[in-house]
């Protein structure tokens, strides 16, 4: 197994980080702390170049994860979406009750891949965790407006997903349109 370190820990919240490791078949994150629109920039930042080298499976462990936020979960929705037409996918390892919840009320679970009993890295996870460096390495900074636009993509994913995730990020999506506009007009 090729093991090669990417540590990352988030300046913002320092109850939160994200570590992760690129091994022969996948893209390992795990997140410790709260899954949220602090840190899912990163995840989508390291996913994007994943995906752009050729890769094709991201797992996100949530093993040590408190909870997620909308935000993290449209950053996990939007990433297995450029995935799954290629044939690649995005994969939950070892989620929380409270983590799976929220996955599943979102109506995530038919889009990701919870846990699957054939993964590639099924019986190595140990072996993986343990490979992941606790070095820090610089978080994934966004100015007001790029974040604005990745929390309101985020939600819009969500909201692509059912008639009941539009009517519920509604009112969202529609106040981050605005401030979009009002930013635009700075």
Same mark, same amino acid.
């Given at each position: 197994?090729?093991?090669?370190?990417?540590?990352?820990?988030?300046?913002?919240?320092?109850?939160?980080?994200?570590?992760?490791?690129?091994?022969?078949?996948?893209?390992?994150?795990?997140?410790?702390?709260?899954?949220?629109?602090?840190?899912?920039?990163?995840?989508?930042?390291?996913?994007?170049?994943?995906?752009?080298?050729?890769?094709?499976?991201?797992?996100?462990?949530?093993?040590?994860?408190?909870?997620?936020?909308?935000?993290?979960?449209?950053?996990?929705?939007?990433?297995?979406?450029?995935?799954?037409?290629?044939?690649?996918?995005?994969?939950?390892?070892?989620?929380?009750?409270?983590? @799976?919840?929220? !996955?599943? &009320?979102?109506?995530?679970?038919?889009? =990701? /891949?919870? $846990?699957?009993?054939?993964?590639?890295?099924?019986?190595?996870?140990?072996?993986?965790?343990?490979?992941?460096?606790?070095?820090?390495?610089?978080?994934?900074?966004?100015?007001?407006?790029?974040?604005? @636009?990745?929390? !309101?993509? &985020?939600?819009?994913?969500?909201?692509? =997903? /059912?008639? $009941?995730?539009?009517?519920?990020?509604?009112?969202?999506?529609?106040?981050?349109?605005?401030?979009?506009?009002?930013?635009?007009?700075?």
């Amino acid at each position: 197994m090729l093991f090669i370190r990417f540590p990352f820990s988030n300046d913002v919240n320092n109850n939160s980080s994200i570590l992760f490791g690129l091994f022969d078949e996948f893209l390992w994150i795990r997140c410790s702390g709260r899954g949220s629109f602090a840190n899912s920039p990163t995840v989508k930042s390291l996913g994007d170049d994943y995906i752009a080298s050729g890769g094709r499976l991201i797992v996100i462990d949530l093993e040590t994860c408190s909870g997620i936020d909308s935000t993290f979960m449209g950053t996990l929705a939007g990433l297995s979406r450029r995935l799954l037409p290629i044939g690649g996918a995005v994969q939950i390892a070892s989620p929380s009750e409270r983590c @799976l919840c929220a !996955l599943e &009320s979102l109506g995530l679970d038919a889009l =990701l /891949s919870i $846990e699957p009993p054939t993964a590639p890295w099924r019986g190595k996870v140990d072996q993986i965790r343990a490979s992941l460096s606790a070095e820090t390495a610089p978080t994934v900074h966004l100015d007001a407006k790029d974040q604005t @636009l990745h929390v !309101l993509n &985020s939600h819009l994913t969500l909201s692509e =997903l /059912s008639e $009941e995730n539009e009517e519920k990020f509604r009112n969202v999506t529609d106040c981050l349109k605005e401030e979009l506009e009002r930013q635009k007009d700075k």
